[in-house]
């Protein structure tokens, strides 16, 4: 059974960033938090196994993930047979851009990509061959030098194609922006009714819009369906329960708003790749301060 840690890093009011370059023979760092942003890089970890706030996945020999402040992350050795496992760390503080700088027009692309962080985001293969380079020279600049590499990174990687966000948006504390009042509108109904029945009928008619036009503006603004939507602020809160909590995996469904057992345990299992109970055992224990 995991233990989830706030990790106090160390990482001064001073500095801008930290970093760690190491070759291990495996993760024994339990799951873990902390306020600081976090960018990962793994290299012949095929096999390890990486939980993201309520997202677990068994990684390939490259990995590069951004976690956001104070989301719940940790890699487990799992079936990971290699002993020279390379990895570098970056973590930086969660005001290293100030909100007056971020709204800047040529820092909006880092903006987002921080506001995406708080999901937790994957970078695909192609990426992470192309940014290895910078992240291995990275480890040996210092100074006014190395923060502008840093920024450079983060900026580069913001206009990558094909990152992945690991959690359920339901799962970060973060606000979300969808950039649209009527989405964010929408999504506030279905985060205060989540527990009960909601249909299309009822957003639209909360947005004001018919519902086939809905249908297809929320398609096409969030790249899921309206049922999708709703599903995965449900599982966001299931997610959540099932680690804060002891209650039975029934009375989790329906808090959630699943009238149907096996129909939340069949989704639940699409979207995290494990059934809730094993998703529980993965991902529980009591918060411990260190």
């Known amino acids: 059974m995991n233990t989830i840690y706030r990790e106090i890093t160390p990482l ?14 495996e993760f024994d760092f339990p799951l873990h938090y902390h306020e600081e942003f976090e960018l990962n890089f793994i290299a012949n970890g095929a096999g390890v196994k990486r939980i993201v706030g309520d997202h677990i996945e068994v990684i390939d020999d490259l990995e590069l993930v951004l976690v956001g402040s104070n989301l719940p992350h940790g890699w487990f050795t799992h079936q990971c047979q290699n002993k020279e496992i390379f990895e570098i760390t970056i973590q930086f503080h969660r005001d290293l851009f100030d909100q007056k700088f971020l709204q800047r027009n040529q820092l909006s692309f880092i903006k987002t990509l921080l506001e995406r962080a708080s999901r937790g985001i ?19 600049k210092s100074g006014f030098e190395s923060v502008l590499e840093l920024f450079s990174i983060l900026h580069g990687l913001s206009l990558s194609h094909n990152m992945r966000l690991l959690a359920n948006s339901t799962f970060s504390t973060e606000k979300i922006n969808y950039h649209s009042r009527r989405i964010e509108k929408a999504f506030n109904y279905m985060q205060a009714n989540f527990d009960k029945e909601v249909t299309l009928a009822d957003v639209a008619k909360e947005v004001n819009m018919p519902e086939v036009s809905f249908s297809r503006f929320i398609k096409k603004r969030t790249g899921k369906t309206f049922v999708e939507s709703l599903n995965e602020i449900r599982l966001g809160h299931a997610s959540r329960l099932l680690i804060d909590t002891t209650e039975t995996i029934a009375e989790i469904s329906y808090k959630c708003g699943f009238n149907n057992l096996s129909y939340f345990n069949r ?11 094993e998703f529980r055992q993965n991902y529980s224990g009591s918060r411990i301060y260190i």
């Open 267 to 277: 989704i639940f299992r699409k979207k995290n790749g494990c059934t809730p109970k």
């Open 12 to 25: 001064t009011e001073n500095d801008c960033f930290t970093f760690f370059s190491r070759v291990k023979q």
């Open 122 to 140: 994957s970078f695909s293969r192609e990426v992470i061959e192309a940014f290895r380079p910078r992240l291995e020279i990275l480890t040996q």
